[in-house]
Nanobody, 120 residues
Framework: QVHLVESGGGLVQSGGSLALSCAASGSAAMFSVYGMGWYRQAPGKERELVAKTSSDGRRQYGDSVKGRFTITRDNANHTVHLHMTSLPPEDTAVYYC????????????WGRGPPVTVSY
């Protein structure tokens, strides 16, 4: 299991942009075989996928963020970033970094989750 430390987040006005970063413990070689992603949970709602990137660089986005959010990974520095643009208040949530191990039976790792608040 890897240790994830997120940074970024905070308060932004509607229509603005914000970036999140997530740094993983361990070596770059280990990081490179993990799928990395971002999930979010708004008050009263279930946790949902925001974006994820596989070890081979393929990306997947939640329907509500397609075209507005971009996920990138930096294997050399074992970090993953989420760039968010055109934010409406509906994007307000706690955003969690996730590390998906290469073996299905291994445990996923989660960050503590920086809150993102989009004001009207």
């Amino acid at each position: 299991q890897v240790h994830l430390v997120e940074s970024g987040g905070g308060l932004v006005q509607s229509g603005g942009s914000l970036a999140l970063s997530c740094a993983a413990s361990g070596s770059a070689a280990m990081f490179s075989v993990y799928g990395m992603g971002w999930y979010r949970q708004a008050p009263g709602k279930e946790r949902e996928l925001v974006a994820k990137t596989s070890s081979d660089g393929r990306r997947q986005y939640g329907d509500s963020v397609k075209g507005r959010f971009t996920i990138t990974r930096d294997n050399a520095n074992h970090t993953v970033h989420l760039h968010m643009t055109s934010l409406p208040p509906e994007d307000t949530a706690v955003y969690y970094c996730n590390a998906e191990p290469p073996i299905a039976t291994m445990i996923h790792s989660w960050g503590r989750g920086p809150p993102v608040t989009v004001s009207y």
